[in-house]
C-alpha cells in the first residue's frame, strides 16, 4: 500500500506540473500581461515601459521559473484590477467554493448510491422507473435554471431559504442541491450498474449458499464490490461541481472562485487567472489522488498486486 | 427411516410467453448418509440447475416445482428465505464449477471462512479463526494461518477450489453439492480435489452430490449414479449396476465413448452419439432420446416415457423391457 500511493503521488505531482506550465503558457500566449495592466487608452511606450519594469520582456522560462518559485513559497502575486495579493482573494474565496462543491458532492452521493441499489434490486420496478426518469430529467436541465426554479419556487414563492449571499448554513442549501442534481444521474446509473453486475456474480451465490443473512449478502458483500467504480468517478464528478460551481455561484450570488475566476477573465487578471486555474487544478488532482487511494483501500487486487 | 436427501418430481421452469423454458423436468432421486450420489450427463443437460434447485438458489425468475424435497425429513419446499438461510452452509452446502470467481475478492480467505462459522454457529473471533485454520490444513493447504489473510487473487485456481471445500465443510454440514468442482482446474490438479473431497466425504461420514460429465471419476468416487439427459434421469443405479449392465441406450451409448483399457481393441473407433439435444421449450412429448436413439420406434413418441424401477433405487425410462435392454447392452460392451 505504501508504495502504491507513493507512486500515485509522484504522478500527480507531475501532472501538476504539467498543468502548471501550460497554464503558464497559455495565458501569457492569449494575454499581453503589459497591456492587461496599462489598461487602455495606454501608449506603446508607456506599455514598452510596463513590459521592461516587470520583465515582461524575459523568456517565457525564465518568467515561468520565478511564478513557480513564488507560487511555491505561497505567493500568487498581486491582482492586476484589485492591487491586492491573490493569495488573501483565494483565502477569501476558496471556503465558500469548496463548502458549496463539498455539499453538493455529499448530497448526491447520499441521494444517488441507495437510490441506485434499489433500482438494482428491483430491475424495472416502478421505483427504478422512478430513478431513471429522475436521472433524464437531472442530465437534460441546466445547473442554471435548476437554481433558477429553485429560487422561484423555495425562494420567492414559500420564503422558505434565502435567494442569494453566504450569510447563514441556509444560503448555503439551495446552491448545493442545484449543484448536486449535476452530478447525481451518473453516480445513480454507476451504481445501479454496478450492483446489478454484482449481484449476478458467482460470489454472490457463494455467500448466499454459505446461509449469510440477505443484508449482509447485500451491504457488505455486494456494496463494497459495487461502489469500487463509483468511488473511481467521484473525483472526476467533484471537479465537474467545481467547474459548475461557476454557474452556480453567479445564480445565486455567492461570492465563490468561480465568481472571482469570471471577474478576472474579463478584466485579463493574468496572475488571478492563473492561480484559480493552478489551485482547482492541484485541488481536483488531489482528489482524484484521495479517490485513488479510497479504491485501493476497497480493492485488495490494486492494493497487493 | 428416510434418506438425507429426498427428491420426488423436481422441475425448474422459465417462464416466458413464447413457451416455457423447462431445463429439468420431473428429476427424482435420494441420497443417503454416507453415500456419494454421482449425477452425470452432458453439458446444458440441466445438472448446474439441480443442483441450485435443492440449494434454492436458482434465479428469481425461475420457478422450482417438486412433490417433496426434504432434507433429513424436513421439507424444504415452503421454507421463507431466513429458514433457508439457516440451513444453507450448515445442513447443506455446494462447492461450484468456478473456483476463479466463487470468491469475493474484497475479503480476506479468512474472514470469508471465519464469518461463515460465526453466522451459523455465535462463536467469538477467535474460535471461527481457528476453525478456519483447521478447515484449511483438512483440506491440505499448507502454512494454513499466514493463508488466512490472503486475498483470493492471490491464491492459485486449485487453492481457491481447495478453499471453497473448506468453506463448504466449516459447519460440517450432513449434505455437501458439488458441481463440477474440478472442471475449470489442470488435469493433475483434478485428481487431488477429487481425492480430497472423497476422503473428506467419508470422514466426516456426509452425504455428496457429485455433479460431473466424466465417467471415469464416477466409476473411482460413486456409490450410486443418475444419468441425465434433457433435464430428466434417464437410469439410476449403483455404479456397479449401471457400468456393468446399463439398461438406457443413452447410458449405453455414453459408456461406449469412454475407452475401457482392456475393452477397447486397438484401432477400434470409440463411440460418440450421432444427432443433437433437444430444445428443452414446452412439452417435447414421448421420449427425448428418440431422436438419437438406434433402437427408437413409434411407441417411443407421443407419451410421456415413466420411470421403470426394476428394483428400488434402480430404473431406466424407455419403453423397452429392462432384459432386453440389458441384452442390447451386453451386446454392445462385447
Ligand atoms: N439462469 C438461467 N437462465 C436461463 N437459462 C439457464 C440459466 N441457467 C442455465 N440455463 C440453461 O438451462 C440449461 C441447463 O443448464 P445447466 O447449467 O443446468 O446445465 P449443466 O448440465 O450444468 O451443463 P454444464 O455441464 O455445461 O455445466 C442450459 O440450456 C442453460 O443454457
Ligand atoms: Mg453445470
Redo the contacts between chains.
Keep these: 500500500m505504501p508504495a502504491y500511493a507513493a507512486k500515485r503521488f509522484a504522478v500527480a505531482l507531475l501532472v501538476l506540473f504539467v498543468v502548471s506550465v501550460l497554464t503558464f503558457t497559455f495565458t501569457n500566449v492569449a494575454v499581453d500581461p503589459a497591456i492587461a495592466i496599462a489598461g487602455e487608452g495606454a501608449t506603446d511606450a508607456q506599455i514598452e515601459r510596463l513590459r521592461r519594469e516587470y520583465g515582461f520582456d524575459r523568456p517565457l522560462y525564465v518568467q515561468y521559473g520565478e511564478w513557480l518559485s513564488g507560487t511555491l513559497a505561497g505567493d500568487f502575486g498581486t491582482s492586476i484590477r484589485q492591487r491586492r495579493p491573490v493569495l488573501t482573494m483565494l483565502a477569501e474565496k476558496f471556503p465558500v467554493t469548496a463548502t458549496v462543491g463539498g455539499l453538493a458532492l455529499i448530497l448526491a452521493f447520499v441521494v444517488a448510491v441507495p437510490l441506485g441499489m434499489v433500482a438494482a434490486l428491483r430491475p424495472n420496478s416502478w421505483i427504478d422507473r422512478f430513478a431513471l426518469g429522475f436521472a433524464v430529467v437531472g442530465m437534460a436541465m441546466p445547473t442554471f435554471w435548476f437554481g433558477l426554479v429553485l429560487i422561484i419556487v423555495f425562494g420567492v414563492t414559500l420564503h422558505w431559504l434565502p435567494v442569494s449571499g453566504t450569510g447563514t448554513a441556509a444560503h448555503f442549501v439551495m446552491p448545493s442541491i442545484a449543484l448536486s442534481y449535476y452530478s447525481i444521474p451518473i453516480i445513480m446509473r454507476l451504481t445501479r450498474a454496478g450492483m446489478i453486475d454484482v449481484m449476478a456474480?458467482?460470489?454472490i451465490?457463494?455467500?448466499?449458499?454459505?446461509?449469510?443473512?440477505?443484508r449482509?449478502v447485500l451491504f457488505k458483500?455486494a456494496l463494497?464490490?459495487a461502489v469500487i467504480p463509483v468511488v473511481a468517478v467521484a473525483a472526476v464528478q467533484f471537479g465537474h461541481l467545481l467547474a459548475g460551481s461557476v454557474v452556480v455561484e453567479s445564480v445565486f450570488a455567492l461570492h465563490g472562485i468561480g465568481y472571482m475566476a469570471w471577474e478576472a477573465l474579463h478584466a485579463a487578471d493574468l496572475p488571478v487567472i492563473q492561480a484559480v486555474v493552478v489551485v482547482l487544478a492541484g485541488f481536483y488532482i488531489l482528489l482524484v489522488f484521495l479517490s485513488d487511494l479510497l479504491n485501493a483501500f476497497?480493492?485488495?487486487?490494486i492494493r497487493?498486486a | 427411516m428416510t434418506a438425507l436427501l429426498e427428491v420426488d418430481g423436481l422441475s425448474v421452469t422459465f417462464p416466458a410467453t413464447a413457451g416455457d423454458f423447462r431445463p429439468v423436468r420431473d428429476v427424482s432421486f435420494s441420497v443417503d448418509r454416507g453415500e456419494t450420489l454421482c449425477i452425470v450427463g452432458e453439458s446444458g443437460c440441466g445438472k448446474s440447475l439441480t443442483a441450485l434447485a435443492l440449494m434454492g438458489l436458482l434465479p428469481k425468475w425461475a420457478r422450482r416445482d417438486a412433490r417433496r424435497l426434504e432434507l433429513q425429513g424436513r421439507d424444504l419446499v415452503g421454507l421463507t428465505e431466513r429458514q433457508l438461510a439457516d440451513i444453507r452452509g450448515r445442513r447443506m452446502s455446494m462447492v461450484f464449477q468456478e473456483p476463479m470467481t466463487s470468491l469475493n475478492p474484497a475479503y480476506t480467505v479468512g474472514e470469508q471462512l471465519s464469518e461463515t462459522y460465526r453466522r451459523h454457529y455465535l462463536s467469538r473471533r477467535g474460535v471461527a479463526r481457528d476453525r478456519a485454520i483447521y478447515l484449511l490444513e483438512t483440506v491440505g493447504i499448507t502454512a494454513a494461518a499466514s493463508r488466512l489473510r490472503q486475498y483470493p487473487h492471490q491464491l492459485s485456481g486449485g487453492l481457491r477450489q481447495r478453499v471453497m471445500i473448506a468453506m463448504a465443510l466449516i459447519c460440517e454440514p450432513n449434505l455437501i453439492i458439488a458441481d463440477e468442482p474440478t472442471t475449470a482446474l489442470d488435469v493433475t490438479i483434478q485428481a487431488q480435489i477429487l481425492h480430497l473431497l472423497s476422503a473428506l466425504q467419508k470422514r466426516f461420514g456426509m452425504g455428496m452430490v457429485l455433479i460431473t460429465h466424466d465417467l471415469g471419476i464416477v466409476a473411482r468416487v460413486a456409490t450410486r449414479v443418475a444419468v441425465m439427459y434433457a433435464g430428466q434421469i434417464v437410469e439410476t443405479g449403483t455404479v456397479d449396476e449401471v457400468f456393468a449392465n446399463p439398461l438406457h441406450p443413452y447410458t449405453q451409448a455414453l459408456l461406449r465413448c469412454i475407452p475401457v483399457p482392456g475393452r477397447v481393441k486397438r484401432g477400434e473407433h470409440l463411440g460418440s452419439i450421432p444427432g443433437a439435444v433437444p430444445t428443452l421449450m414446452g412439452d417435447l412429448g414421448g421420449c427425448h432420446f428418440r431422436n438419437r436413439c438406434a433402437y427408437a420406434h413409434a411407441a417411443c413418441a407421443p407419451d410421456p416415457i415413466l420411470m421403470n424401477e426394476v428394483t428400488p433405487g434402480r430404473g431406466y425410462r424407455c419403453v423397452v423391457p429392462a432384459a432386453i435392454c440389458a441384452a442390447r447392452g451386453h451386446g454392445a460392451a462385447a
Design positions: 456474480s458467482d460470489y451465490r457463494t455467500a448466499r449458499a454459505k446461509g449469510l443473512l440477505p449482509t458483500h463494497r464490490n476497497l480493492d485488495p487486487r497487493i
